[in-house]
């Protein structure tokens, strides 16, 4: 495991929704503020406020790939080409290791009911799953910005 991915597990096991946990750990190298992220990623979690719509491990990637994309390009039009290339990209590669970036197909269960929240805390989805969505998402997000993207 990375250095980076290990700080995004601590900030998951700490109880920082996978969102958070993903953006949270370029605070430092992106020199962008940690609680305001924390803060902005609060309702990413769950698919988006337990909506189960795209995987927060995702929605936080995204958040760093354009966030990576404002300090590397100063054009706003390139800026932006760039950051829905990078995050076409950072979707195709989760998808090709997850099979989906939607929260509901990954976890095999709806949140918002209580044999959805049972089912997740007896098959312990959020270590099995969650965590690696999280540990993948950094992962990706480490080799499309090696590449020098």
Request: glycine letters at 10%.
């Amino acid at each position: 495991m990375t250095d980076n991915q290990e700080i995004a597990m601590i900030t998951f096991r700490s109880g920082y929704n996978c969102a958070q946990a993903v953006l949270t750990t370029w605070a430092d190298e992106m020199d962008f503020d940690y609680d305001m992220a924390l803060n902005i990623a609060t309702g990413f979690g769950g698919g988006m406020g337990r909506l189960q719509e795209t995987c927060g491990a995702v929605t936080g990637a995204f958040m760093v790939i354009g966030i990576y994309c404002s300090n590397k390009y100063r054009d706003s039009g390139e800026r932006k080409d760039k950051s829905y290339s990078m995050i076409r990209e950072f979707a195709g590669k989760f998808t090709e290791i997850h099979g989906t970036t939607s929260c509901s197909e990954l976890l095999g269960c709806d949140l918002l009911t209580e044999e959805g929240m049972q089912k997740m805390i007896s098959e312990s989805l959020h270590e099995s799953i969650c965590e690696q969505c999280v540990i993948h998402s950094v992962g990706l997000l480490e080799a499309l910005m090696e590449d020098g993207r």
